[in-house]
Nanobody, 124 residues
Framework: QVQVVEYGGGLVQAGGSLRLSCAAS????????MGWFRQAPGKEREFVSF????????YYPDSVKGRFTISRDNAKNTMYLQMNNLKPEDTAVYYC?????????????????WGQGTQVTVSS
């Protein structure tokens, strides 16, 4: 059973930066990809980025492309999300997730394991 835990949320002013971390443990060889999602109050959970664990290939939606960078350290079983030029609309609870299978990695339903979430608040 894979467990994932997020770290690094907080409060930052608009234009600032934060780095989130996600540590995976237990059964990590079964992970095909890991992703970040976010959920603002009253909104659905939204895809932020994913990374293929073996190849390092990544994908971003237009809303964060050029501002956010996903990366991983295979030796540490840890994934990161570097967030630059943050905007108030980036305010949300950010979730880390792990998927065992491939395909449809922008969808929450693709992911098998989820973290508890970490709050990111961007003030204007």
């Amino acid at each position: 059973q894979v467990q994932v835990v997020e770290y690094g949320g907080g409060l930052v002013q608009a234009g600032g930066s934060l780095r989130l971390s996600c540590a995976a443990s237990g059964g990590t060889p079964s992970i095909y990809a890991m992703g970040w999602f976010r959920q603002a109050p009253g909104k659905e959970r939204e895809f932020v980025s994913f990374i293929i664990w073996s190849s390092g290939n990544t994908y971003y939606p237009d809303s964060v492309k050029g501002r956010f960078t996903i990366s991983r350290d295979n030796a540490k079983n840890t994934m990161y999300l570097q967030m630059n030029n943050l905007k108030p609309e980036d305010t949300a609870v950010y979730y880390c997730a792990a998927a065992r299978g491939w395909g449809l990695l922008t969808r929450t339903s693709r992911y098998d394991y989820w973290g508890q979430g970490t709050q990111v608040t961007v003030s204007s």
